[in-house]
C-alpha cells in the first residue's frame, strides 16, 4: 500500500489542523493505521492509532483528549485532527500501514510496515 500524506502547516498555539494520509493499492480495510510523529533530535514517536475494527483507537498521553484519529475506508484516508496544539507538538507528522489480524491494533514504529513521506507541522508560541 502507498500513503500520501498532507495537510500539515505553521499554527499558533491553540490553533487546530488536520492531517489527511490516502491509500492506494491493497484493500484499506485490511489495515491498522497509526500516526507517528518524530521531531529534530528525537526519536520517532507514537501519536495514535486507528484498528480495523471500527472505533477502536489508542492514543500517546501527550495527545489524549486533544488529537483524534479517523479513518473512512470508502475514501481510503486516515484523518488526523489536531486541537488545542501547542510547540511541543511541531514535528514531521507520518502516516503508517499495518497488515494485521482484526484483532490486533499496533502502536510499535515496528509494527507498521509501510509508511508516508510525512508532513510539517509547526506550531509557533
Known amino acids: 500500500v502507498q500513503l500520501q500524506a498532507s495537510g500539515g502547516g505553521l499554527v499558533q498555539t491553540g490553533g487546530s489542523l488536520r492531517l489527511s494520509c490516502a491509500a492506494s493499492?491493497?484493500?484499506?480495510?485490511?489495515?491498522?493505521l497509526g500516526w507517528f510523529r518524530q521531531a529534530p533530535g528525537k526519536e520517532r514517536e507514537f501519536v495514535a492509532a486507528?484498528?480495523?475494527?471500527?472505533?477502536?483507537?489508542r492514543y500517546a498521553d501527550s495527545v489524549k483528549g486533544r488529537f483524534t484519529i479517523s479513518r473512512d475506508n470508502a475514501k481510503k484516508t486516515v484523518y488526523l485532527q489536531m486541537n488545542s496544539l501547542n510547540p511541543e507538538d511541531t514535528a514531521v507528522y507520518l502516516c503508517?500501514?499495518?497488515?494485521?489480524?482484526?484483532?490486533?491494533?499496533?502502536?510499535?514504529?515496528?509494527?507498521?510496515?509501510?509508511w508516508g513521506q510525512g508532513t510539517q507541522v509547526t506550531v509557533s508560541s
Open positions: 493499492g491493497r484493500p484499506f480495510s485490511r489495515f491498522a
Open positions: 486507528i484498528c480495523r475494527s471500527e472505533g477502536s483507537t
Open positions: 503508517a500501514a499495518a497488515a494485521v489480524i482484526i484483532t490486533v491494533c499496533p502502536t510499535g514504529h515496528n509494527e507498521f510496515g509501510y
